[in-house]
């Protein structure tokens, strides 16, 4: 069965300090896909980043970036030099390789920015 | 291109009412998802669709119905409204596994 697992419910961080959510994942497929969403407190999902299970290379946009590791099956992500603009829900979530797989969604970590 | 459209974007029911959230895409995409979203928490699948004519149940299906007559359009009906139900609805469309479009939501309240 595939699983998500954000440990973290609720993270504040002061403005300017970089954070890092966690995301730790369970599937049984060679080939799946994973991926982070972005809920702002209007509350539209913001797609952030797709990563398919064959690119472990870290990815870098911006102040965000990820890393990808599946030996310890994780796909993290960073925020560096926080701004009260990333205060947020951020989900991660996994899909299967056939076309029919469900995205599975983590609980989310919500994220405070502190000015 | 409008995306995934949503309506109503906020709606109060009383118990035992019944109504239908609307969700349209204009993407061609074939995969289509309801989810609900209660307070401080995740997304939980309700119902999804792979295709016209082709709906299956997701994680929290009781008090639910589908349809998928058209590509486009996927309504989440509720037939008989609790308090269980309030919530925030979330309607997606992608093309497989890549990544979901999503409506902006539904706030839906049931008194």
């Known amino acids: 069965a595939q699983k998500v697992t954000q440990a973290q419910t609720e993270i504040s961080v002061v403005e300017k300090e970089d954070v890092t959510l966690d995301c730790v994942y369970e599937t049984r497929d060679t080939t799946y896909y994973l991926f982070w969403y972005k809920q702002p407190p209007s509350g539209e999902l913001v797609f952030l980043i797709r990563r398919n299970s064959f690119d472990e290379q870290n990815e870098i946009s911006g102040r965000y970036s990820w890393n990808f590791q599946k030996s310890t099956s994780s796909f993290n992500f960073t925020i560096t030099a926080s701004q009260v603009v990333d205060s947020a829900v951020y989900f991660c979530?996994?899909?299967?390789?056939?076309?029919?797989?469900?995205?599975?969604f983590g609980k989310g970590t919500r994220l405070h920015i502190l000015p | 291109n409008a995306g995934v459209t949503q309506t109503p974007k906020f709606r109060i029911l009383k118990i035992g009412q019944s109504m239908t959230l609307q969700c349209t895409q204009d993407?061609?995409?074939?995969?289509m998802y309801w989810y609900r979203q209660d307070p401080g928490m995740g997304l939980k699948l309700i119902y999804y669709s792979v295709g016209a004519g082709i709906t299956d149940k997701g994680e929290v299906p009781n008090g639910y119905n589908v349809s998928r007559s058209t590509t486009e359009d996927f309504p989440l009906r509720l037939e008989l409204a609790a308090p269980s139900q309030t919530s925030v609805y979330f309607c997606?469309?992608?093309?497989?596994?890549?990544?979901?479009?999503f409506g902006d939501g539904t706030r839906l309240s049931i008194l």
């Open positions: 979530a996994l899909s299967g390789r056939n076309r029919d797989d469900k995205i599975i």
């Open positions: 993407m061609n995409h074939n995969y």
């Open positions: 997606a469309s992608t093309h497989g596994n890549q990544p979901q479009h």
